[in-house]
């Protein structure tokens, strides 16, 4: 079978860098003990009380096709939080609850790009914005950020790339980065939507985890609700990666007319999900609080391991991820990843795999135990070391 044109353009040619993931996947099916600082997944599972609800509400009976586009006490739920932790009023018509925050990506794409369309990307991106914006026919154009920047986004830079660009994906707080944007440059760049008439499509995974600055997000900004889909989750924050959980926050308009979109595609979000993602979210805060209380130790911890060390760390400011600066050593990121990963059995994802601006680093993902993440980390400083030498 022939692959349609639309297949073979989605995959990315950055390929190299996962090549050091695949080889950790196979080492560690050959035996060997890997510690896997490559992908943003929990060390533990979902919660107990999530899964409780979730075994309930099947037994209760939510098992056949669910509301399209979300429980009316899901979406309820969803924007609540949303209203109270921004202080923007949000209707739950304006959220979409979609099978992941991936597809709700996807989805956002699809609902305001037509085929050829240019959507602006800020490198380092998260690996998947590139596969998502050609999946969806669109054309990704990259803004590069620098290191010494603390890879905020540069706004000249910026504001060139948007010219005649239909959406800008922002993530913030960012993954790889861990950067998380002032509020003086979400001014900017709202400035500049508005200018550029370009949609911002906010991924807002990581708004639970943030260590230094405030969360925000752009669709708070004045005249920006009308140009601007949040994309949510609780794969992050609930630990319900496998779950699938998603929404977006668009136009009520836009937000209706992707229904269709749900119906030719997902058919919707299973009811004993949805019903354990409601309670998840009208639980109380403990649950987030534990699992972002998790990343930011290990996120200290981290840091004090690395100080001193030839490896240079910028602090993240939110997220579950760090971003090791290895040029001193003077090699790539995909050929440290890999030389890694074979002399130490450390799996880390090279910066190359992020897009051009993050060559020469690597991101760590702070998902194992801490004993063991300190334990990688001291291996990784003395690996560096004889680099270096
Ligand atoms: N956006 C960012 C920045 C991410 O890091 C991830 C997952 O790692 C996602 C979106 C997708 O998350 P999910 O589809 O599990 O909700």
Not at 39 to 52: A, M, R, V, Y
Not at 152 to 157: Q, R, S
Request: negative net charge; proline residues 7%; hydrophobic residues 45%.
């Amino acid at each position: 079978m022939t692959p349609s044109a639309r297949l073979r353009a989605i995959p990315d040619p950055a390929g190299d860098a996962w090549a050091v993931f695949e080889r950790a996947v196979a080492l560690k099916a050959e035996g060997r003990d890997v510690t896997m600082l490559s992908i943003g997944d929990h060390d533990t599972t979902t919660p107990h009380p999530i899964l409780d609800a979730m075994i309930a509400s099947a037994r209760g009976g939510h098992t056949g096709y669910a509301a399209m586009s979300g429980t009316p006490g899901l979406r309820a739920a969803i924007a609540e939080r949303a209203s109270l932790r921004t202080g923007a009023p949000l209707t739950p018509e304006a959220v979409l609850v979609l099978p992941g925050g991936q597809f709700a990506l996807f989805a956002a794409l699809m609902a305001v790009t037509d085929p050829g369309d240019a959507v602006v990307l800020l490198d380092p991106y998260y690996a998947t914005y590139p596969l998502t914006v050609r999946s969806a026919g669109a054309v990704p154009r990259i803004a590069p950020t620098r290191p010494d920047a603390g890879f905020l986004p540069d706004l000249d830079t910026l504001d060139a790339a948007m010219s005649g660009a239909r959406a800008l994906i922002l993530n913030s707080p960012n993954n790889p980065t861990g950067a998380v944007y002032p509020r003086a440059v979400m001014e900017r760049i709202a400035g500049m939507a508005i200018r550029h008439d370009c949609t911002i499509i906010s991924d807002e995974v990581y708004d639970g985890q943030v260590w230094e600055g405030t969360h925000l997000s752009p669709r708070t900004l004045p005249g920006m609700a009308e140009r601007c889909i949040v994309i949510g989750s609780l794969s992050k924050s609930h630990v319900m990666t496998g779950a699938r959980l998603g929404w977006l926050v668009a136009p009520e308009g836009t937000a209706l007319a992707l229904r269709d979109l749900a119906i030719s595609t997902t058919y919707g979000v299973p009811g004993f999900i949805q019903d354990a993602a409601e309670f998840a979210l009208r639980d109380g805060d403990a649950i987030e609080a534990e699992a972002a209380a998790r990343y930011r130790r290990r996120r200290d911890l981290a840091v004090e391991v690395l100080a001193g060390s030839p490896v240079r760390v910028s602090p993240p400011q939110g997220g579950m991820y760090l971003m090791l600066d290895i040029r001193p050593t003077g090699l790539s990121g995909i050929d440290f990843a890999m030389r890694l990963l074979e002399e130490t059995g450390v799996a880390t994802m090279p910066g190359e795999g992020f897009g051009k601006a993050a060559a020469g680093h690597l991101r760590v993902a702070l998902t194992v135990a801490d004993e063991r993440l300190a334990d990688a980390l001291r291996r990784l400083v003395t690996f560096a070391g004889t680099c270096a030498d």
